[in-house]
């Protein structure tokens, strides 16, 4: 089981950028594991962000912020990193981090649900117009 806390949310205008940081605890061996975001407005269904791939060569993400943000990993600090630049009012959610569930193959990034098996409690990400 791997335990994620997530760090750097916040408020922001519009146009502006922030660094979202989910650091990775327990037992399991973190490179093994693909990592991702999600992100959820209250009412709304949890929604894919962004996914990379155990090794860190693939990369996913969702349409709505393909070009604006920026999965990455370091592994030596069990930790992934997600550069959010360009910020719009629409990308305000609480934005969660997940482990893959099991070890997949060493390019493969996860963009479903329930391919993750394990979350943070989310980090606050607010962005005023």
């Known amino acids: 089981q791997v335990q994620l806390v997530e760090s750097g949310g916040g408020v922001v205008q519009a146009g502006g950028s922030l660094r979202l940081s989910c650091a990775a605890s327990g037992r399991t061996t973190f490179s093994l594991y693909a990592m991702g975001w999600f992100r959820q407005d209250p009412g709304k269904e949890r929604e894919f962000v962004a996914s990379?791939?155990?090794?860190?060569?693939?990369?996913r993400y969702a349409d709505s912020v393909k070009g604006r943000f920026t999965i990455s990993r370091d592994d030596a600090k069990n930790t992934i990193y997600m550069q959010m630049s360009s910020l719009k009012p629409e990308d305000t959610a609480l934005y969660y981090c997940?482990?893959?569930?099991?070890?997949?193959?060493?390019?493969?990034?996860?963009?479903?649900?329930?391919?993750?098996?394990?979350w943070g409690q989310g980090t606050q990400v607010t962005v005023s117009s």
């Open positions: 990379i791939s155990r090794n860190g060569v693939s990369k």
């Open positions: 997940a482990a893959a569930r099991a070890p997949l193959t060493a390019s493969y990034t996860p963009v479903n649900r329930a391919e993750f098996g394990s």
